[in-house]
């Protein structure tokens, strides 16, 4: 079967289409509002033209400014509840090391009024069969 002229200018087509990339619509040079514009006008409208793009760049300015400040922000906030955090987990740490402390001084006051072979570093007695045992 032949094909017909159509169809093969139609999948010709197609084949180029797909491997040509579409032009782009917006050009590198029009980003800004189309600068270059702007220069083809004369007096008040080049005026008028050129105050449009930097208002254009102002607000894109403080767009970022604010992006800025609230990334500043929110790595601060950050900061700071980690550094609570931290200080926290540190504070509770060297309260349960008081409490122990605490705990062990009055322990030993209380083994060394009991016990007679006491003693204090390992926390022991000597029983009267001769083996060490833990006071509590």
């Known amino acids: 079967m ?3 002229v159509f169809g093969k200018v139609l999948a010709l087509t197609a084949a180029l289409g797909a491997t040509v990339p579409a032009a782009p619509t917006v050009l590198a040079d029009d980003y ?3 600068w270059r514009h702007c220069r083809d006008l004369h007096g008040r409208d080049r005026w008028r033209c050129e105050e449009a793009r930097r208002d254009r760049w102002r607000e ?6 604010k992006k ?3 990334a500043g922000l929110a ?6 509840a980690l550094g609570a955090i931290i200080i926290g ?6 309260r349960k090391r008081e409490v122990e402390a605490y705990r062990r001084n009055d322990r030993d006051a209380r083994c060394l009024a009991r016990y007679r ?5 390992s926390g ?3 029983g009267r069969d001769g083996r060490r045992y833990e006071c509590r």
């Not at 790595?75 to 700071?80: F, P, V």
């Not at 987990?89 to 060297?94: F, G, L, S, T, V």
């Open 2 to 4: 032949r094909a017909s």
């Open 32 to 34: 800004d509002g189309g």
């Open 60 to 65: 894109r300015q403080e767009k970022q400014d």
């Open 68 to 70: 800025d400040m609230k």
């Open 75 to 80: 790595a601060g906030a950050i900061g700071l």
């Open 89 to 94: 987990a540190a504070q509770e740490a060297e």
């Open 117 to 121: 072979s006491y003693d204090p570093r």
């Open 124 to 126: 022991t007695f000597i």
